[in-house]
């Protein structure tokens, strides 16, 4: 099929104007009838790649997915697209699974979704057999490897569809960027020869940066307050840790949910619905929270424990900026993660599997603690290379300087030794910086010679320190005992002097934080660049829509649609296909009641809005003539703005309009007429040589501000 004709199907059933890297190939190949195992990073655009061959071809597309919250997600997100798709699996009842059968036997189906445990049930097989099955996809095709962290086996068997529909395209999709896991799919799911699509795993919108795992909190408050209003993330190791800082976000103000499998899916679908639609803007989230995430703009995504391997990571941070613009994302990074994932590994009863884990959590771990352009650690891992460094990661913005620690590797190496290595680090740094905590006093530490004598150098960077003696190994931990710091023969040549250590410095760190602290440039931009009050106004139009259908408000159009309207403005029909994520189908059901949403809000600009218009530009030092000329409207138009602005109490300063004299001569004049509802009297008694804006201005000022005649000069 030509490229014309696909583009136009994508256009019509989906309202994309392009297709992403790899999806035309991928879609050409199905269609030709070739198997293919699609490798693309979450976000990436891998459901369009089945979705649209199953309405280009006759008979069914089975896509066989192994999560069901998901499964319903695409089928509904498929309909408000005009689209017929259902899903069978064990979350219908035997009715509901009846009229979906009788759905797909009167032949209007375009995707049937199912659980893999579904097909192997009963005689689901015999009743696929009975329908034209055009192609097959397998999405979250990883599962089918035992190496990976996601084995289903149930997946293993999936090799029989080959067997049973041996001409049927068949195409596996992941986002998985494990090698091994990745070279494992064809082979396992019995593909003819499929060729692989590996689309880039890079995303550069996303900012990437690691901070210290202490003062959390401080550190998250300064994240939120740079994206004010906007959605985000962050996903906590612990169910508590979601519940305590969703309500400490909501003392402070932010709309913030929780978000984890131990409340009931109607909690979760609660909290997961207000997110999409933007009544909620932050979520504190497990790694329950996410997946199908249809969501793209997400501005944020804050790790505040390190997840345990970079797989986890790399497709939650993914979440975020999936329109392509810029997006946040940080790690905190602190042993006692590294600790806690050891436990759990230390559980695994298979050797081998406990090895990779231990290697991944290593992997990660080196990721968090490195120097270099974390981009490029990333993608090599997914095995991507990146020339330059990114510029768009915390180690790119401040490169390390390195400086002579010595002096200081010798103070925590010696305190160490005293203690004949019975302590961690939190009460190394205790002995260091001096501080009689618990474990001090309880072991008189206070009593070593070491005690104190790191007290110049702050807590903070003395963790940092000790974090780069261990990396560089003249520290080790036991894990097995307590995670108590060990010396070894290096550490001893240290103390001795014989070998020089370098730091990187805590500057770096600092000057981190300052960075930090600074607003980001490309959020106002980006703010800037549709009408806020606009877009609210679309939003209430499409919410009220979504409520009178009983859909969710994404389903009518997704904030970015709503985004695009604003930008674009469209007058007409022809302009409003040409929306993002506007389809034929879409377009008939509320394209006229957008256009005219659209048009109205033109027309009306809202009174409140032009009052604010001519106030910013007021405060920002324009006088009335500028602001006048530059709306297009009359001075006296702007005076009169002004005036109401006063009397709603805005802080307006008067005193550049008008002279204490003219104020003084209009309060005079207001004693003698009394009525202030004509203008014209005052102009008269004045001598004509005060405008009639400024006496509206000055009779509004003197109404709101009674002791003006009392008041000193
Ligand atoms: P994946 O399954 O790979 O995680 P999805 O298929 O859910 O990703 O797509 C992610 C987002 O990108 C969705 O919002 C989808 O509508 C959008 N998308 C996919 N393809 C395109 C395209 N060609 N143009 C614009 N948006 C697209
Ligand atoms: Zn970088």
Request: charged share 25%; proline share 3%.
């Amino acid at each position: 099929m030509d490229e014309q004709l696909l583009h136009e199907h994508l256009q019509k059933h989906f309202g994309f104007r392009e297709f992403r890297p790899l999806q035309s190939d991928i879609i050409r190949d199905a269609l030709a009838g070739r198997d293919s195992v699609v490798l693309m990073p979450t976000g990436g655009g891998k459901s369009i790649c089945y979705q649209l061959p199953s309405v280009i071809l006759d008979g069914i597309t089975l896509v066989v997915s192994p999560l069901i919250a998901l499964m319903k997600d695409q089928v509904q997100g498929l309909r408000a697209n005009g689209i017929e798709a259902v899903f069978l699996n064990s979350s219908l009842t035997s009715d509901e699974k009846r009229k979906v059968v009788d759905r797909i036997n009167s032949g209007s189906v375009n995707l049937l979704y199912v659980a893999p445990e579904t097909i192997f049930s009963g005689s689901f097989i015999s009743f696929l057999q009975s329908l034209k099955i055009s192609l097959i996809a397998i999405d979250e095709a990883h599962c089918v490897s035992s190496w990976g962290h996601h084995f289903r086996p149930e997946y293993r068997k999936l090799n029989m569809l080959k067997e049973i529909f041996p001409d049927v395209p068949t195409m596996a999709l992941t986002a998985t960027a494990d090698r091994v896991v990745r070279s494992d799919i064809g082979e396992l799911l019995g593909m003819n020869s499929p060729k692989t699509y590996i689309s880039s795993f890079d995303r550069p919108n996303l900012s990437l940066a690691v901070l210290p795992g202490q003062k959390k909190w401080e550190q998250i408050l300064r994240i939120v307050r740079r994206h004010e209003k906007e959605s985000g993330i962050i996903y906590c190791g612990s169910r508590k840790a979601t519940e305590t800082l969703a309500e400490k976000l909501q003392n402070y103000g932010y709309s913030a949910e929780n978000y984890h499998a131990g409340m009931t899916s109607e909690e979760r679908e609660g909290v997961q619905d207000r997110f999409i639609q933007g009544d909620t803007d932050i979520i504190c989230a497990t790694i329950a929270f996410g997946m199908g995430i249809d969501k793209s703009d997400i501005r944020f995504v804050i790790h505040y424990n390190m997840p345990g391997n970079i797989e986890s990571y790399y497709q939650e941070i993914g979440r975020a900026g999936r329109d392509g613009l810029p997006a946040e994302t940080v790690l905190f990074y602190s042993y006692r993660d590294v600790q806690t994932h050891m436990g759990f590994i230390q559980e695994i009863d298979n050797e081998q599997y406990r090895k990779i884990q231990t290697a991944k959590l290593n992997r990660m771990q080196e990721y968090a603690e490195a120097q270099v352009c974390r981009r490029k650690i990333l993608l090599s891992y997914f095995s991507e290379t990146l020339e330059d460094d990114c510029g768009n990661c915390d180690v790119c913005k401040n490169p390390p300087k390195f400086f002579d620690g010595t002096i200081l590797a010798q103070m925590a190496l010696s305190a160490v030794a005293r203690t004949n290595e019975k302590i961690g680090v939190t009460t190394l740094v205790d002995i260091l910086k001096g501080t009689y905590s618990k474990s001090v006093n309880e072991n008189s530490y206070n009593k070593i010679k070491t005690f104190g004598v790191g007290r110049d150098t702050t807590a903070f960077a003395w963790q940092l320190y000790i974090q780069q003696f261990i990396q560089q190994g003249i520290l080790e931990i036991d894990y097995k005992e307590h995670y108590n710091l060990r010396l070894n023969d290096l550490s001893r040549k240290v103390l001795k002097g014989e070998t020089k250590i370098k730091l990187v410095s805590y500057e770096v760190i600092k000057e981190r934080k300052e960075e930090q602290k600074k607003p980001a440039m490309k959020k106002l931009d980006l703010k800037e660049s549709i009408n806020e009050s606009m877009y609210e106004y679309l939003r209430e139009v499409r919410n009220r829509i979504a409520k009178e259908k009983g859909m969710q408000a994404f389903r009518v159009f997704s904030n970015e649609s709503l985004r695009d309207m604003c930008a674009q403005k469209p007058v007409d029909m022809q302009g409003f296909m040409e929306i993002h994520g506007v389809g034929e189908y879409k377009a008939q059901l509320y394209g006229m009641t957008f256009l005219k949403a659209i048009a109205e809000y033109q027309k009306g600009k809202s009174q409140g809005d032009t009052y604010k218009i001519t106030q910013e530009m007021y405060a920002k030092g324009k006088s009335v003539s500028e602001i006048a000329k530059e709306r297009e409207l009359q001075e006296t138009t702007i005076y009169s703005h002004i005036a109401h602005l006063i009397g709603k109490g805005e802080e307006i300063d008067v005193m550049k309009l008008l002279s204490r004299d003219e104020l003084d001569r209009i309060a005079d004049a207001r004693k003698e007429i009394k009525d202030t509802t004509k203008l014209k009297p005052y102009f008269e008694l004045l001598g004509g040589n005060v405008s009639y804006g400024k006496i509206r201005v000055g009779l509004a000022y003197l109404e709101n501000n009674l002791f003006w005649d009392h008041s000193p000069v």
